[in-house]
């Protein structure tokens, strides 16, 4: 079965950047959109960005103007800079996938921890 299989999280200073990625273990075809999820302790996932096939972006406004999201179509990968990053940042970070006609995100990986301290 594919899998989403994320790297590139760790521990960092406030203030300091860090570079997700996110990239299937097989083929996966129409792949539509690609995003980022979160999930801090105690609260629900949330969305931090997507990014449709055609390049659109979309954002968390906490996180606007820090991350920037973007996708290698070629490698069914997609990344996450994130910048300037914040105490408020720290969550278990998620990459999905979400095929063309599906309404939901339909491939998700197993999550990575993105620690910043103050």
């Known amino acids: 079965q594919v899998q989403l299989v994320e790297s590139g999280g760790g521990l960092v200073q406030a203030g300091g950047s860090l570079r997700l990625s996110c990239a299937s273990s097989?083929?996966?075809?129409?792949?539509?959109?690609m995003g980022w999820y979160r999930q801090a302790p105690g609260k629900q996932r949330e969305l931090v960005a997507t990014?449709?096939?055609?390049?659109?972006?979309n954002y968390k406004d906490s996180v606007k103007g820090r991350f920037t999201i973007s996708r290698d179509n070629t490698k069914n990968t997609v990344y996450l800079q994130m910048n300037s990053l914040k105490p408020e940042d720290t969550a278990v970070y998620y990459c999905?996938?979400?095929?063309?006609?599906?309404?939901?995100?339909?491939?998700w990986g197993q999550g990575t921890q993105v620690t910043v301290s103050s």
């Open positions: 999905a996938f979400k095929r063309i006609g599906v309404r939901v995100y339909d491939y």
């Open positions: 097989g083929s996966i075809f129409n792949i539509n959109a």
């Open positions: 990014i449709t096939s055609g390049g659109s972006t």
